[in-house]
């Protein structure tokens, strides 16, 4: 199977295999590739040949956006045959045809989070800067991986861990951090929102993160709507309350809106 397609194609089914769901502008940003016929050509190939398959609409106004993709039935099966993939996290994706508009846009949000600190860390690259970033990222598909570092968290439920190192370029002295974000989607009721703050609280009480850092990950919540955001705000802080608000536990928020807008690493936590 793997010689009917090319090392580019493969690296989408990665991709795609990491994020769920991406744009073809997705596609092509982590590719780093500079021409976009040639990403529709393997993505159209690939389409073809039932390794993918595509979210595309002629209607007007909605075909101005780029097509989405995610694995198809061929894709799958070339990816239980890499060994950095595992089978059992695979099956859950023979269902993605019937995954919520939801489920799509959060991962979409995921692939640009992501592609953000990858423009943060390439920026950070500039003689003028400072400070040297780099980022080491674990989706929910890898977290599900029971042999992942990190599986532990699959109970918490995060869209997203990231490590931040930075590095002052005057010295040798790597400061590291961790992230940990939660995407609430604009279906998730009000109590559902009370148990995400109340099990990372548990999580930030418990051991499991100590065997990892002594610093506990910040905890970035990212919300549908500024209604939303506002009770997420309320809700936490009576949570941290009843905790003595702990100095190291540090919840932040934000909405999907100014992601959009500002990116990432924007001046848009709260």
Same mark, same amino acid.
């Given at each position: 199977?793997?010689?009917?397609?090319?090392?580019?194609?493969?690296?989408?089914?990665?991709?795609?295999?990491?994020?769920?769901?991406?744009?073809?502008?997705?596609?092509?940003?982590?590719?780093?590739?500079? @021409?976009? *016929?040639?990403?529709? &050509?393997?993505?159209?190939?690939?389409?073809? $040949?039932? +390794?993918?398959?595509?979210?595309? /609409? !002629?209607?007007?106004?909605?075909?101005?956006?780029?097509?989405?993709?995610?694995?198809?039935?061929?894709?799958?099966? @070339?990816? *239980?045959?890499?060994? &950095?993939?595992?089978?059992?996290?695979?099956? $859950?994706? +023979?269902?993605?045809?019937?995954? /919520? !508009?939801?489920?799509?846009?959060?991962?979409?949000?995921?692939?640009?989070?992501?592609?953000?600190?990858?423009?943060?860390?390439?920026?950070?690259?500039?003689?003028?800067?400072?400070?040297?970033?780099?980022?080491?990222?674990?989706?929910?598909?890898?977290?599900?991986?029971?042999?992942?570092?990190?599986?532990?968290?699959?109970?918490?439920?995060?869209?997203?861990?990231?490590?931040?190192?930075?590095?002052?370029?005057?010295?040798?002295?790597?400061?590291?951090?961790?992230?940990?974000?939660?995407?609430?989607?604009?279906?998730?009721?009000?109590?559902?929102?009370?148990?995400?703050?109340?099990?990372?609280?548990?999580?930030?009480?418990?051991?499991?993160?100590?065997?990892?850092?002594?610093?506990?990950?910040?905890?970035?919540?990212?919300?549908?709507?500024?209604?939303?955001?506002?009770?997420?705000?309320?809700?936490?802080?009576?949570?941290?309350?009843?905790?003595?608000?702990?100095?190291?536990?540090?919840?932040?928020?934000?909405?999907?809106?100014?992601?959009?807008?500002?990116?990432?690493?924007?001046?848009?936590?709260?």
């Amino acid at each position: 199977m793997t010689n009917k397609i090319t090392t580019k194609q493969q690296e989408i089914l990665k991709l795609l295999y990491k994020y769920k769901f991406l744009d073809r502008k997705q596609i092509q940003a982590f590719l780093n590739h500079k @021409y976009h *016929k040639r990403i529709n &050509d393997w993505l159209k190939d690939l389409t073809q $040949k039932e +390794y993918l398959n595509r979210i595309y /609409s !002629n209607k007007f106004g909605e075909n101005t956006k780029p097509a989405i993709y995610y694995l198809g039935l061929n894709g799958i099966r @070339y990816l *239980k045959t890499q060994d &950095d993939c595992s089978r059992e996290v695979l099956r $859950k994706f +023979y269902r993605m045809k019937d995954r /919520s !508009n939801d489920f799509i846009e959060k991962s979409l949000l995921v692939g640009k989070i992501v592609l953000d600190l990858k423009v943060a860390a390439n920026h950070s690259q500039d003689p003028s800067e400072e400070y040297a970033l780099s980022y080491s990222i674990g989706t929910a598909t890898d977290i599900a991986n029971p042999e992942y570092r990190f599986n532990f968290l699959t109970e918490y439920k995060p869209d997203l861990l990231v490590k931040r190192l930075k590095k002052k370029k005057t010295s040798k002295r790597t400061k590291s951090d961790y992230f940990l974000f939660a995407i609430i989607a604009p279906t998730l009721p009000h109590y559902s929102i009370r148990k995400l703050v109340k099990d990372f609280i548990e999580l930030y009480d418990g051991y499991e993160w100590d065997e990892i850092s002594d610093t506990f990950p910040a905890i970035m919540i990212v919300c549908p709507t500024l209604a939303t955001m506002i009770y997420a705000k309320r809700v936490t802080k009576g949570l941290l309350e009843d905790e003595d608000d702990p100095d190291d536990l540090h919840i932040q928020f934000t909405t999907t809106d100014k992601i959009k807008e500002h990116g990432i690493t924007g001046e848009i936590w709260e």
